[in-house]
């Protein structure tokens, strides 16, 4: 069976410090891989997503940056982190070419930036 | 009810009432899905309804889909605790991305 792996579970980081953040998938070839983030009682938004190893899209102009290095490896970066970074943080997979786009959800890194 | 640009919406009920929320979406879609979210932890899949079905049923969930309204509900039945949670209609956005809304927050109380 499949899972998806994130850590840290929660990280608090002042300011202008740098974050990786990473998520793994096991039990699945070639996913399609998510970034997204949360803020406190709201909805969803998609910051990257990956089709495969070094192809990354971005969703939305930010401090982040995302990286496949490898097939079932996704990591969220930042050289600088700012306030507005804080949220949860969730990696998602899918089937690759899958047609339904079922995602499968990772337990979440709750970051926190002071 | 969801959408792109409302406010989440909460819903505090008895246990064993039964709970509906409802989801409206602007662009034709190929699927609608609904994801279950506990307080802190990951989303997780409920139940997916195609464009061309009109309701589906998985247990205690039942989801209706109205394509010419772009609007579908989620309804449970017989609410337990354990249904205390804040629930996602998601539609494909297109390369295999997910349009979440902003979510139902539903307290059961015991």
């Known amino acids: 069976s499949q899972t998806i792996h994130q850590w840290p579970a929660t990280l608090v980081q002042p300011v202008g410090s740098p974050l990786s953040l990473e998520c793994t998938v096991e039990?699945?070839?070639?996913?399609?891989l998510y970034w997204y983030r949360q803020a406190a009682g709201r909805g969803l938004q998609l910051l990257f997503y990956?089709?495969?190893?070094?192809?990354i899209s971005s969703e939305v102009p930010q401090n982040l940056s995302a990286s496949r290095p490898q097939d079932r490896q996704f990591i969220l970066s930042s050289k600088k982190l700012l306030l507005s970074d804080s949220g949860f943080y969730l990696c998602?997979?899918?089937?690759?070419?899958?047609?339904?786009?079922?995602?499968?959800f990772g337990p979440g890194t709750r970051l926190t930036v002071l | 009810s969801q959408q792109g640009e409302e406010d989440p919406q909460a819903l505090s009920i008895q246990e064993g009432e039964n709970a509906t929320m409802n989801c409206s979406y602007k662009?034709?879609?190929?699927?609608l899905q609904w994801y279950r979210q506990n307080s802190g932890r990951g989303l997780v899949h409920l139940i997916l309804?195609?464009?061309?079905?009109r309701e589906k049923h998985s247990g205690r969930l039942r989801v209706t889909l109205d394509t010419s309204k772009k609007s579908s509900s989620l309804l449970i039945t017989a609410s337990r605790a354990a249904d205390t949670a804040s629930y996602f209609c998601?539609?494909?956005?297109?390369?295999?991305?997910?349009?979440f809304g902003k979510g139902n927050q539903v307290v059961v109380i015991p």
């Open positions: 998602a997979w899918s089937v690759g070419g899958g047609q339904y786009n079922e995602q499968f």
């Open positions: 039990g699945t070839s070639n996913p399609n």
């Open positions: 662009t034709s879609i190929n699927n």
């Open positions: 309804i195609r464009s061309n079905e």
């Open positions: 998601a539609t494909v956005k297109g390369n295999n991305r997910l349009a």
């Open positions: 990956s089709i495969g190893i070094g192809q």
